[in-house]
């Protein structure tokens, strides 16, 4: 496991293009019959990304769960939250599964012992994307089909950033206790995304890029509003956004996003929105 220790805005402004990567970049999130696992020490959360090829895959397989979180299994003080990119695939939890097909999402509360992760499919694998963060109290393992989530419309063609927003884990949706996640689809012709941008002092944020044609990056901003950084994204690759830290993107084409957010509370639209005349 990957593990990375929050640093604050002060020593951020000094930072090299390669300290910014190293702190908040994840390169690879998806490895052929492997889990990958990022701590971060940012509100505890854990983004991880399963690939099971030909191999049934346990989500806690490259971790040792004592050493790392003083516990015996773990989501025995976890929730997760895991959404499909790939193919269709099969999550069992506790010897339940799970049938998830592309773009569909799965919560799993604080209490699970067992999850494993299979493909239907070894020429056309499930790439499973999970974030997990400290919980307080179980709440039901639910499945949540695209036809479930909550779909809202933003943006507009004239400010390129027309875009749905796919609310998957959501207080309107089910109930968890500091996790939300969903994904943001870019429509053709629009490349920004979060744009006016935000801080929300009460949460972080890990945005993963994905649907990238070849070819194309995404230029994810982050920082304080008067000292903005950038880091250039690939496809299936994710970044660490921290409170204190802006978290929007403009594309060299459209392209979708999963979002995770941690902290303080679950109110959706608890973010400050920044006037885009003042950043720097």
Known sequence: MDIRYSTGKEDFKRWTTEQVRDEFLIEAIF???????VYSHID??????????????????????????????FLE??????????????????GA???????????????????SL??????????????????HKSFPTTAIPFEKAIHVDAGAAETCNKRVLHQFIHPKVLETCQLLMGVT???????WNTMPCHTHERRMEVYCYFNIPQDNVVFHLMGEPSETRHIVMQNEQA???????IHSGCGTSNYSFIWAMAGENIEFTDMDVLSTTGLR
């Open 97 to 115: 599964d799970y049938e998830l097909k592309n773009l569909e999402a799965l919560y799993v509360g604080m209490g699970a012992q067992d999850i």
């Open 239 to 245: 970044v660490i956004s921290p409170s204190w830290s």
């Open 31 to 37: 490895k052929a019959d492997d889990v990958t696992a």
């Open 44 to 73: 505890r959360i854990v983004t991880m990304g399963a690939m099971p090829v030909n191999a049934i895959l346990k989500a806690d397989k490259n971790f040792d769960c004592w050493k790392t979180f003083g516990v015996k299994f």
């Open 185 to 191: 689809m870019l429509e053709s012709g629009s490349v």
């Open 77 to 94: 003080r976890r929730e997760l939250g895991i959404i499909n990119i790939g193919g269709a695939g099969t999550v069992t939890v506790d």
């Open 118 to 135: 299979k493909s239907a499919s070894s020429g056309e694998p499930a790439k499973f994307y999970m974030c997990s963060v400290p919980a």
